[in-house]
């Protein structure tokens, strides 16, 4: 079974920067892809970003130009730069990976990004 422990979240003010990391237990080569969900409070979770083994990247349309994803293969970790952060993008953010036959994704734990001033 694998781990995924993500790291980086915190307190930052509008127009601020934060970079989420996600560190896997084994190989990220093993996956199908990987990426970042967010789930605001009251919300439903949404995708954010995710990566593809081939190293495609996917950023979704409401963090397009401010977010972008990238992954260290020596380290096994993916990592979620986050730029010019709105209040909007406050949410528990949740590393996943996706493998196996069917496809399913394992969820890390979450960190929470407050974007406030």
């Known amino acids: 079974q694998v781990q995924l422990v993500e790291s980086g979240g915190g307190l930052v003010q509008p127009g601020g920067s934060l970079r989420l990391s996600c560190a896997a237990s084994?190989?990220?080569?093993?996956?199908?892809?990987m990426g970042w969900h967010r789930q605001a409070p009251g919300k439903e979770r949404e995708w954010v970003a995710s990566?593809?083994?081939?190293?495609?990247?996917n950023v979704a349309d409401s963090v397009k130009d401010r977010f972008t994803m990238s992954r260290d293969n020596a380290k096994n970790t993916v990592t979620l730069q986050m730029n010019s952060l709105k209040p909007e993008d406050t949410a528990v953010y949740y590393c996943?990976?996706?493998?196996?036959?069917?496809?399913?994704?394992?969820w890390g734990q979450g960190t929470l990004v407050t974007v406030s001033s």
């Open positions: 996943y990976a996706l493998s196996g036959i069917p496809p399913r994704k394992t």
């Open positions: 084994r190989s990220i080569f093993s996956f199908n892809a």
């Open positions: 990566i593809t083994s081939g190293g495609s990247t």
